[in-house]
């Protein structure tokens, strides 16, 4: 006589009812991301390219900039640090891509993961290599000259400003990730417009350094004002008069990138 059949109901029974925990998960998905940037070398990437940033601006341009009677080293940190941002940002963008092309992101849209988790799994990583190339690119500046003159409240604010920049440019690259299944096409796409807003920047030569037909484009754009920004933090301290624009544009930035990256990150493809 055979064995009667053991319904589903039966078998779990005195199983306790899961409650899936959003830090926990949260919590294990950013210790893996940062996991493997550690085992594959990426975080000491994210500290050797501050250095590589330094030696590249700082050397060609600095007995140009003495004559002109400016501290080069002070001048230019601002946009080294912005850039090592901008490599936290296309890191971004690559993950968030890879994860839609490799149906990471479908299938934990079928899991009982909480629907930003994924979203902040990938900041919170980001935010890892931005602090790596943050401490990095602060300590390169040291040796070639750069102090932080306007006292450690100053140096605070530039860290964390610093910081602030790099997470809402990595949420707005973590929306395009989310959005396409190429990370090599949204690479070559991010390149382009990160050389253009850098090099037509205030952070590596002064705004009369340009012709006077881009000088308003020069001056105005985001780069430029988050560079006066943190070179006055780390000078003699930032004015609101000076920090009120950078500021604006960071919170316009935000408005644009936030939403999407949140729609993207949770829509079913």
């Known amino acids: 006589m055979s064995a009667p059949a ?37 975080l ?32 230019v940190m601002p946009i080294i640090v912005l850039q090592t941002m ?53 300590g390169w500046g040291y040796m070639i000259g750069f102090r932080f003159i306007a006292g450690p409240g100053q140096a605070v604010l530039f860290c964390a400003f610093s910081l602030l920049v790099g997470t809402v440019l990595a949420i707005g690259a973590d929306g395009l990730g989310s959005l396409t299944k190429s990370p090599e096409s949204l690479s070559q796409a991010l390149t382009l417009p990160t050389l253009i807003f850098g090099m037509l920047s205030c952070g590596f030569v002064p705004e009369a350094g340009f012709p006077e037909w881009i000088r308003p484009f020069a001056r105005n754009q985001p780069i430029s004002q988050f560079s006066y920004a943190l070179r006055d933090m780390a000078q003699g301290g930032v004015t609101w008069h000076v920090f009120w624009v950078p500021l604006v544009w960071l919170i316009g930035l935000s408005v644009v990138f936030l939403p999407m990256a949140v729609w993207a990150s949770v829509r079913r493809s």
Do not use: C
Not at 10 to 20: A, E, H, K, N, S
Not at 21 to 39: D, E, K, P, Y
Not at 108 to 119: D, S
């Open 86 to 138: 901008s490599f936290t940002m296309m890191s971004n963008a690559q993950l968030a891509a890879f994860e839609t092309l490799t149906g990471l992101n479908m299938r934990m849209q079928t899991m009982p993961i909480g629907k930003l988790v994924p979203l902040l799994s990938r900041l919170s990583a980001g935010l890892v290599r931005s602090v790596t190339s943050l401490a990095a690119a602060i």
């Open 6 to 42: 053991t319904s589903a109901a039966d078998l779990f029974t005195g199983v306790p009812p899961t409650r899936p925990n959003s830090f926990a998960q949260w919590r294990a998905l950013t210790g893996r991301i940062v996991w493997v940037m550690a085992t594959k070398g990426e």
């Open 44 to 75: 000491i990437v994210a500290a050797i390219t501050p250095l590589v940033f330094a030696v590249g601006f700082y050397l060609p341009l600095k007995f140009v900039m003495q004559v002109k009677g400016i501290h080069y080293a002070q001048y």
